[in-house]
């Protein structure tokens, strides 16, 4: 990016939990000025309520055009989220079953959701999109697809095919199973083709997605990527310090 002063960083799904921990460390940064766009003011607030927290619908299109408007970088953390049917007991044995409300389901939000959201960013000249999907995609028969009959994974490939056809700088990131734990003490892995889902090493912390999604704005080697993240266990490898050398192992487009 020019060295003209600090670029603008939308992120949005700021209010969910690797949302919020990009927004802040956009915050920290000097480099950067930070955005956030959630869908309500009861999330504006719960992430500190800031002027730069803009409150839109990715579903309508121009609702979200105000937070996109002079950005230079757009962090995509978006997603449908299931919730899970009331009634259901552990004890009991089974598996809980899990819905999606009307109009919130993956096609809407993954795939039409983050549609309108490459489709803003492109208008307004952005230099580059990070977006942040999960592992897993190669398989139809995921076990993620059949929550709430959403077929999630499926619509958040089609979104990041749409990314990756659209002719703007990009990086996407497939991370792997979300923990809430510290970021910064593991070393992470990069794979493809959901490879690593085969091994024992298939979690990430929400910190260290967090994490690369800053370093992808600073380096060229994570433009025009996607990739497979994960982590080895702490106290294993070295905890990745040399995000460059990290982005340089990345191979593949798509």
Do not use: H
């Not at 000097?30 to 719960?46: C, F, I, N, P």
């Not at 800031?50 to 970088?73: K, M, T």
């Amino acid at each position: 990016m020019a060295d003209s002063g600090p670029s603008t960083v939308l992120v949005t799904g700021a209010g969910g939990r690797t949302g919020k921990i990009v927004y802040k460390k956009l915050r920290e940064a000097d480099q950067y000025v930070a955005r956030g766009l959630v869908r309500t003011e009861e999330s504006k607030e719960s992430i500190g309520g800031a002027d730069d927290i803009f409150i839109g619908d990715i579903r309508d299109a121009n609702s979200i055009l105000p937070a996109i408007q002079g950005i230079d970088a757009l962090v995509i953390l978006t997603s449908a989220v299931p919730k899970m049917k009331p009634g259901f007991d552990p004890t009991k044995g089974g598996r809980p079953e899990f819905y999606f409300d009307d109009g919130s389901y993956p096609e809407q939000v993954d795939w039409i959701g983050q549609k309108n959201q490459i489709d803003a960013a492109k208008a307004a000249g952005v230099k580059q999109i990070v977006l942040v999907g999960s592992m897993g995609g190669t398989d139809i028969n995921n076990p993620l697809n059949s929550l709430g009959n959403g077929n999630i994974l499926v619509w958040k490939r089609k979104a990041e095919q749409y990314l990756a056809d659209s002719g703007v700088p990009y990086t996407i990131i497939r991370a792997g199973g979300l923990q809430d734990k510290e970021g910064g003490i593991r070393e992470l892995l990069i794979g493809k083709d959901d490879e690593l889902l085969k091994t024992e090493t298939r979690t990430i912390a929400r910190a260290d997605v967090a994490e690369v999604c800053i370093q992808a704005l600073q380096f060229e080697e994570a433009k025009f990527k996607a990739f497979d993240l994960a982590s080895k266990p702490e106290g294993t490898g070295t905890p990745t310090k040399d995000f460059k050398a990290l982005f340089s192992q990345i191979t593949t487009r798509f």
